[in-house]
């Protein structure tokens, strides 16, 4: 199975700043697909098709990559966005997420 | 408005059987296939498996296959899981998810914790 490598897997973020989030894949996927899990609510999907933002979703947030090298971008971070993040991948069965980055606010 | 509500959770012996159900609205629940995934207490992610939209092909991970069961009631717009003999890695809370986005997993229920403890 394809293994998805996020990193880092903690980090924390001012207000406005610039956020980077990564995956790596064992294997080069097609697509990446990315989640955001506050607290103890369910995983939402925020990207898929590694760029294109699900509805609602900010613009803040984007998404890119290709291979095996797959990026999630917050422009200005708010503290709304304070979450884990998992990255996914479909190309291959079974389904697999990346551990997740916690995003804490700064 | 996609609705999800999975239900049966609960703490369980190891060795025990459980149902876990997941009534879904607002989508025609009979044109898709359904997944149901899971996440352990450390947060990592699952995919247990998933079932075609008449019921008539299942897909299971691999590690679960032999003791885990998709079923679905169209009629009843109603996801099943069927876990046996379970073990304490299988605690965690259990989701069923619907598909749009090109992604099996667009729209998630709130999930329901499974406890195996003796």
């Known amino acids: 199975e394809i293994v998805l490598t996020q990193s880092p897997t903690t980090m924390a973020a001012s207000p406005g700043e610039k956020v980077t989030l990564t995956c790596l894949a064992s294997s080069s996927v097609n697509y990446m697909y990315w989640y955001q899990q506050k607290s103890s609510a369910s995983p939402k999907l925020l990207i898929y098709?590694?760029?294109i933002l699900a509805s609602g979703v900010p613009d803040r947030f984007s998404g890119s990559g290709s291979g095996t090298s797959y990026s999630l971008t917050i422009s200005s971070m708010e503290a709304e966005d304070a979450a884990i993040y998992y990255c996914l991948q479909l190309t291959s069965t079974p389904p697999t997420f990346g551990a997740g980055t916690k995003l804490e606010l700064k | 408005e996609v609705q999800l509500v999975e239900s049966g959770g609960g703490l369980v012996q190891p060795g025990a059987s459980l149902k876990l159900s997941c009534v879904a609205s607002g989508f025609t629940f009979s044109d898709y296939w359904m997944s149901w995934v899971r996440q352990t207490p450390g947060k990592t992610m699952e995919w247990i498996g998933d079932?075609?939209?008449?019921?008539?092909?299942?897909n299971y991970a691999p590690s679960l296959k032999n003791r885990f069961t998709i079923s679905r009631d169209n009629a009843k717009s109603t996801l099943y899981l069927q876990m046996s003999n379970v073990r304490s890695e299988d605690t965690a809370t259990y989701y069923c998810s619907a598909p749009n986005y090109g992604s099996p997993f667009a729209y998630w229920g709130q999930g329901t914790l499974v406890t195996v403890s003796s």
């Open positions: 098709y590694t760029s």
């Open positions: 079932i075609k939209y008449d019921g008539s092909y299942t």
